[in-house]
Nanobody, 123 residues
Framework: VQLQASGGGLVQAGGSLRLSCAAS????????VGWFRQPPGKEREFVAT????????EYVNSVKGRFTISRDNAENTVYLQMDNLKPEDTAIYYC?????????????????WGQGTQVTVSS
């Protein structure tokens, strides 16, 4: 499966962005999908994940209540709605898929990755 992340950009603190992760080559509904991010000079970190059906989601504590992950299996796309953005959200955001049927936050357990999209939040 090939993943294409898009929707990043420059936004002021308090603003919103919606990231998209479009899949090709295989039906996205066969995978759990996650979003990760890598801030400048830091390790890649888990942000959110959604189950195959979209009924179950998990978030890192720092984005709970501000970010929403969702998916449209008919469109083969997963979204990350990011509201009330903060400067500390600045990072390259990656989407990835895993064949695991349970919640996973470890990047090593994700099988395929998109190329990343830059999100910059100014104060």
């Amino acid at each position: 499966v090939q993943l294409q992340a898009s929707g990043g950009g420059l936004v002021q603190a308090g603003g919103s962005l919606r990231l998209s992760c479009a899949a090709s080559g295989r039906t996205l509904s066969t995978y759990r999908v996650g979003w990760f991010r890598q801030p400048p000079g830091k390790e890649r970190e888990f942000v959110a994940t959604v189950s195959r059906s979209g009924s179950a989601t998990e978030y890192v504590n720092s984005v709970k209540g501000r970010f929403t992950i969702s998916r449209d299996n008919a469109e083969n796309t997963v979204y990350l709605q990011m509201d009330n953005l903060k400067p500390e959200d600045t990072a390259i955001y990656y989407c990835a898929v895993t064949t695991a049927s349970y919640f996973v936050a470890r990047a090593a357990l994700y099988n395929y990755w998109g190329q990343g999209t830059q999100v910059t939040v100014s104060s």
